[in-house]
Nanobody, 130 residues
């Protein structure tokens, strides 16, 4: 059974940093496009970042460009989301998801279309507050 697991969330002050991890339990993430999404309180889920199966390409939401970095270590079966300069608006539950296409980042503005993802984790809470 495919299972994605997120970790690394927590409470951080504005301007701080967190690194989220997404691991595959029971299957390898190698070669799979992976996306990070978030759902803020009272808002719809939105795409944050995605990375191709090879790690060669990535794509970011405008709201996080220059602050967040997605990367992967296939040897550790893990995809990371490094979040810097965090703002209260970044608060939410963060999810990782597996894409049905390896080169999901090439879809540009459509890269975060939910129909491109078929397996989701349970999420990890990120709270940015002083």
């Amino acid at each position: 059974q495919l299972k994605l697991e997120e970790s690394g969330g927590g409470l951080v002050q504005p301007g701080g940093s967190l690194r989220l991890s997404c691991t595959g339990a029971g299957f390898t993430l190698d070669g799979n496009g992976i996306g990070w999404f978030r759902r803020a309180p009272g808002q719809e889920r939105e795409g944050v970042a995605c990375i191709s199966g090879s790690g060669a390409t990535s794509n970011y939401a405008d709201s996080v460009k220059g602050r967040f970095t997605i990367s992967r270590d296939n040897a550790k079966n893990t995809v990371y989301l490094q979040m810097n300069s965090l703002e209260p608006e970044d608060t939410g539950v963060y999810y990782c998801a597996r894409s049905v296409t390896a080169d999901v980042a090439a879809y540009h503005s459509s890269a975060f279309y939910p129909g491109l993802y078929d397996s989701w984790g349970q999420g990890t809470q990120v709270t940015v507050s002083s």
